[in-house]
């Protein structure tokens, strides 16, 4: 399966709109004609949220049980990918720390550190790995909102190399040059499903 990608643009403008195309494609492609996107594959492992969770939120138990259904061999290489609307989210976490009999919260600590904060790093963490804000997450409460994925686990693949062509008898009648340029790729998964330890029954997977 080959994505080819046409954008009628100026020239200068392609790099990163290609760019933009791409990576849609690869978190959310339908595997039609184009690549198969994460949020589509059979090895996709989504976390429902919590019974007495408010709609539209992100809590700590969320991403605790994301990362625990994350395969080992990521966890080094992983990180988390997130809507913009979660970033309000993420300060906002906590540890809660209850009393002896669990019914009453003495205390929590925050759960993300932003960057150039306490862990003086270039990109905010959480639960140790990197988290980025990126337009083609899902809107919050959304699957996809917030994704744990390791890239390392995804295939792409380039067929030849990107190409460029002009023309200035496509929009001859209104004086208009126009411009096409051309993309050919494919892209998926490693894993077709998600796998089972040997040792446990939760499946794990690097996505």
């Known amino acids: 399966i080959i994505k080819k990608i046409k954008l009628y643009a100026h020239h200068g403008c392609f790099q990163e709109e290609a760019a933009f195309q791409i990576d849609d494609a690869i978190v959310r492609g339908d595997g039609a004609g184009k690549?198969?996107?994460i949020l589509n594959s059979g090895c996709l492992i989504s976390v429902a949220k919590?019974?007495?969770q408010?709609?539209?939120t992100v809590v700590f138990e969320n991403v605790v049980k994301m990362l625990s259904r994350l395969r080992a061999g990521s966890m080094r290489t992983a990180g988390w990918y997130?809507?913009?609307e979660v970033l309000?989210?993420?300060p906002l976490m906590t540890v809660k720390v209850k009393n002896v009999a669990g019914t009453e919260k003495v205390g929590g600590s925050a759960v993300y550190i932003p960057s150039n904060g306490a862990a003086d790093a270039q990109f905010g963490r959480l639960l140790g790995l990197p988290a980025f804000v990126i337009e083609?997450?899902?809107a919050l409460g959304d699957q996809g909102d917030i994704i744990l994925a390791d890239w390392n686990s995804y295939l792409l693949a380039r067929r030849g190399s990107p190409r460029m062509d002009a023309s200035i008898?496509?929009?001859f009648l209104t004086d208009q040059q126009v411009f096409r340029f051309i993309v050919r790729l494919d892209g998926q998964p490693m894993?077709?499903?998600a796998l089972t330890p040997y040792k446990g029954t939760s499946t794990v997977s690097p996505f």
């Open 88 to 90: 309000a989210q993420l």
């Open 136 to 138: 083609q997450a899902s």
């Open 191 to 193: 894993d077709k499903a």
């Open 35 to 37: 690549m198969l996107g």
């Open 82 to 84: 997130i809507n913009q």
């Open 54 to 56: 408010a709609a539209d």
């Open 50 to 52: 919590e019974a007495s």
């Open 169 to 171: 008898h496509v929009e």
